[in-house]
């Protein structure tokens, strides 16, 4: 059939050209419609079946498609003649998914079947529900949402027609109010939104422009952003606990309705999700958005998330690693319902494999692994291999009989990528961190992902998009073995611009000096934002304003700087700090002994605490801070121009200025006044005195290019991207009230920006690290 003859076909449904030819272009719903076309004749259809079928082809899921015909002859019988009734139907079906014959009493009921709501009815239950909103309506009148009433209604009368009830209410309201006023035909004045601090999903027009180019067109299944991952977790469109069954591409079985019968009484009906990362490395950014969105989902349904390490791989692994992700996951403020690894289940997995060469599923191969690598790979010779020799093989293999690399135990599937046979097991003579030398054959991803979520009683295995191609496996391999199978949802991962995540990078980057470890601060490893005085609080809500989307993408470093920022501001208490220090000498100073000046830690919430700082004759400022030349648009201390002093109540003015034999400003001698007499100076500069000397680290971005792994932005390899000089290190003089902070204090130093302290200080050296700037120009 021609695209234009199916076009054809379409319209003879109902469809104008245009919906016809946009319908065409959605394979699943044209192959759908086709089949559902086969089922009924067109022209004994009644009125307005025609776009029931329609519905019926956008709506119907894989599950349920044996049931085409059935749900087909009722609309041409007329017996579901709305969307409400098919919707009711295609609703019923999937819910008994596993009866083998339909209940037709029970389904019509389901579907009110022959079921009739009068005029009389939606007036009476119209009547009853503005009753109870008849005050509210008199005030507001025509700006009152009147689809609370309709909402009601439809509660009462399920079955009545959506257009019935909405021409009553109007007509109800009208017979309340009266036509309409002048005053309730104004626009409604907006309302003007007073700035929230610490607000992470404000946005520029700008940033709005830079996300939605970064992270592509949305599908119609992306989640927006949030304010908080609790808030984004309950608008995700996931399956309740049970109903695996009702999400798009789940395989049902005659085990179906069993298995998820015994798992909703081991769960309890409960939310169960994982996060399982290979212990081979440091956790990075990207890993931030996978945590919140495991255990967030699970936190935000009242539900429980494992911690399960997927220790399969005995050459990588070290106890370094384990630890690290633990510590990054309660960082991020997540306690793991109960820590679990895959080789806790190294005995059961094995048991399964023999159980799928015992189905002819799975087989000993010989192919070496270079030899199946990459997209159509020859067909192994060993596939019809006798199940014996297999199980044989499999022993050997398992016993230490057989070299590294000389046998595979395969499974029989091909992957939506085309790739076929996955790898299940191969051999490792590598003790194992947590099992030594007991096996010396390891089970693979594709092998161990779905199984141990099984074991678990997972209800969401939630993944990145790169594992969408596995799904069909992972269903395959439980439905194979005949176990509970969870349900596989996907999500665009987490990528960030000017950086590199790749273990192997990294290692790299540390081997050539360029960073001092996994947690240096240039870095986008979990443990280098914390170090670097990111709060786990800005991380979680940079992944929440982001939203969940299927989109492949990256992001610019700025907007976890902004949410950094944001969180920043409300919770850093400021400090005055002075990082390159010019003395100044007060020759009037007021008081022969030093003046004690409350400074409060949130200059505008004074009432949430302050700190002590002395105020002395000799005081010092930042050197940027005075010019000896008036330049326009300077506002700070020349010899011709004042300035005040934060929080002391004083303004200075030069009077001499000292210098070295080579003509550098050393010290400047000045006057002080109250600025209760002084004319107001053009600006206020921070300031120490009696200081105690601290390190301050300032970082700068590593790498020149925004994607530094690309060969076509940085043909010489990433290494070749690193900028010169990303680390400046300084003595600086701070106030004395930072003096014993604690390892991850965090302070704003005013006019500088977000600083905290390091693991490096010590109870003699402290050792700060610029965590971001602030976003105002220090420079006027």
């Known amino acids: 059939m021609t695209p234009e003859e199916i076009v054809e076909r379409f319209k003879l449904l109902g469809l104008n050209e245009q919906k016809a030819k946009e319908t065409l272009k959605n394979a699943n719903v ?43 002859q009722y609309i041409a019988s007329g017996k579901l003649d709305s969307t409400l009734r098919v919707d009711a139907a295609l609703d019923y079906l ?127 299944e992306d989640i927006g952003g949030a304010t908080s991952i609790s808030e984004l977790m309950k608008k995700l469109p996931f399956h309740a606990p049970g109903e695996n069954y009702k999400s798009d591409g789940y395989v049902v079985t005659s085990h179906t309705k069993r298995l998820l019968e015994e798992h909703l009484k081991i769960t309890g009906g409960k939310v169960r999700t994982r996060f399982p990362p290979e212990p081979n490395g440091i956790l990075h950014i990207g890993h931030a958005k996978a945590i919140n969105i495991n255990f967030g989902y699970a936190a ?40 679990t690894h895959s080789s806790d289940y190294f005995d059961q997995l094995y048991e399964w494999a023999i159980q799928l060469i015992k189905k002819d599923l799975a087989y000993v191969c010989h192919q070496k692994s270079e030899d199946i690598k990459g997209f159509n790979p020859p067909p192994s010779p060993w596939r019809i291999r006798p199940i014996e020799e297999s ?9 230490g009989k057989i070299d590294e690399g000389d046998a595979t135990l395969r499974m029989k599937i091909t992957l939506e990528e085309g790739k076929q046979d996955p790898v299940a097991y191969r051999i490792r003579f590598k003790p194992h961190h947590r099992t030594g030398n007991k096996w010396c054959i390891y089970p693979t991803y594709d092998y161990t992902h779905c199984l141990c979520d099984s074991i678990e009683h997972i209800t969401h295995s939630l993944c990145t998009k790169e594992f969408q191609s596995r799904r069909s ?14 349900v596989q949802w996907e999500y665009g991962r987490l990528n960030v611009n000017y950086t590199v995540v790749s273990k192997r990078k990294i290692a790299k980057l540390i081997e050539e000096g360029i960073v001092n470890d996994w947690d240096d601060p240039r870095l986008y490893t979990l443990s280098a934002l914390r170090r670097g005085g990111v709060p786990a609080a800005a991380v979680n809500a940079f992944c929440a304003a982001l939203g969940v989307t299927g989109a492949l993408g990256a992001v610019d470093p700025a ?13 850093a208490p400021r400090a005055m700090v002075v ?72 303004v200075i003015k030069v ?58 932005e940085v043909p010489g390899g990433f290494l070749s991207d690193c900028r010169d000089d990303t680390l400046k290190v300084m003595e600086a003089y701070a106030d004395s009230s930072i003096k014993g902070a604690k390892v991850y204090d965090k302070f704003q130093f005013e006019r500088i920006g977000f600083f905290s302290v390091d693991p490096d200080s010590s109870q003699t050296h402290m050792v700060f690290n610029r965590t971001v700037s602030l976003k105002e120009d220090t420079g006027k």
């Open 30 to 72: 044209t192959k759908v419609l086709l089949a559902a076309l086969d089922e009924v004749q067109l022209q004994s259809l009644p009125l307005g079946a025609g776009i029931l079928i329609y519905h019926l082809a956008t709506k119907i899921k894989p599950q349920t498609m044996s049931k085409l015909n059935f749900i087909c």
């Open 94 to 220: 999937l819910g008994n998914i596993n009866e083998a014959n339909v209940n037709i009493e029970e389904f019509e009921k389901a579907c009110g079947v022959g079921v009739i709501v009068t005029p009389e009815q939606v007036e009476q239950a119209v009547e009853k529900h503005m009753v109870k909103y008849k005050q509210e309506l008199l005030e507001k009148r025509y700006r009152f949402n009147s689809g609370i009433i309709m909402q009601a209604v439809r509660a009462d009368l399920t079955w009545a027609d959506g257009k019935a009830i909405k021409s009553e209410v109007d007509v109800q309201i009208f017979d309340l109010l009266g036509p309409k006023t002048e005053a309730d035909l104004a626009p409604v004045p907006k309302a003007k939104k007073e700035a929230k601090a610490g607000d992470t999903t404000k946005k520029s027009k700008k940033e709005e422009t830079k996300v939605s180019k970064q992270e592509n067109v949305e599908s119609s």
């Open 300 to 339: 935000a349904h009242d539900g429980v998330c494992f911690l399960r390490y997927d220790d399969t791989n005995p050459e990588k692994e070290e106890e370094k690693f384990f630890i690290g992700i633990k510590d990054m996951v309660e960082w991020l403020g997540y306690k793991p319902y109960k820590i």
């Open 391 to 399: 199980l044989q093989l499999f022993e050997d293999m398992k016993n």
């Open 473 to 486: 496996s992972y269903y395959w391999l439980c439905n194979a073995l005949g176990i509970y199978c969870p």
């Open 559 to 571: 907007l976890l700087h902004a949410a950094v920022r944001d969180h920043l501001n409300v919770t």
């Open 579 to 650: 990082l390159e220090p010019l003395k100044i000498r007060i020759v009037n100073f007021p008081s022969e002994q030093p003046i004690s000046i409350q400074v409060p830690d949130f200059p505008s919430e004074p009432e949430r605490g302050s700190h002590s700082v002395t105020f002395d004759k000799v005081i010092y400022i930042e050197a940027t801070d005075f010019k000896e030349e008036m330049e326009k648009g300077y506002r700070r201390l020349t010899p011709t121009q004042s300035v005040g002093l934060r929080h002391a109540g004083y």
């Open 655 to 712: 009077s001499k200025v000292i210098k070295d034999p080579s003509g550098k400003v050393l010290e400047l001698e000045c006057t002080a006044e109250s600025t209760d007499s002084s004319e107001k100076p053009k600006a206020f500069i921070h300031w120490v005195s009696e200081p105690i000397s601290i390190e301050v680290r300032l970082y700068e971005p590593l790498f020149k290019h925004k994607n530094p792994e690309d060969p076509n």
